[in-house]
């Protein structure tokens, strides 16, 4: 089993930052992709930004792309994710998750990923 912890989120105005950690404990390995999803109320949940713990690899959608960075400290057992340029559009429920299957690519489907934390809510105003 793989547990994980998002925080970081919070009320921002639009134009500003936040940056989001996800902290990952239990039975982790390097082959992993841990990956960012959002949710926002009434909409399905979508890929946000994922990488890969073994190299490094990163993918954005791009809604986000040259606005977030997602960074890994394997040290700690963390992922982050940076996000500037903040919109009004970027409101939801922010989850983290951690794909132990997929070989090769980086998925962007909810349904590949096995493990999810709670979620941290990121609201952007205007």
């Known amino acids: 089993q793989v547990q994980l912890v998002e925080s970081g989120g919070g009320l921002v105005q639009a134009g500003g930052s936040l940056r989001l950690s996800c902290a990952a404990s239990?039975?982790?390995?390097?082959?992993?992709?841990m990956g960012w999803f959002r949710q926002a109320p009434g909409k399905e949940r979508e890929f946000v930004s994922a990488?890969?713990?073994?190299?490094?690899?990163?993918y954005y959608a791009d809604s986000v792309k040259g606005r977030f960075a997602i960074s890994r400290d394997t040290a700690k057992n963390t992922v982050y994710l940076q996000m500037n340029s903040l919109k009004p559009e970027d409101t939801a429920v922010y989850f983290c998750?951690?794909?132990?299957?997929?070989?090769?690519?980086?998925?962007?489907?909810?349904?590949?990923?096995?493990?999810w934390g709670q979620g941290t809510q990121v609201t952007v105003s205007s």
């Open positions: 239990g039975r982790t390995s390097s082959s992993y992709t």
């Open positions: 998750a951690a794909d132990s299957r997929t070989i090769g690519v980086i998925s962007t489907t909810p349904s590949r990923y096995d493990y």
């Open positions: 990488i890969r713990r073994r190299d490094g690899n990163t």
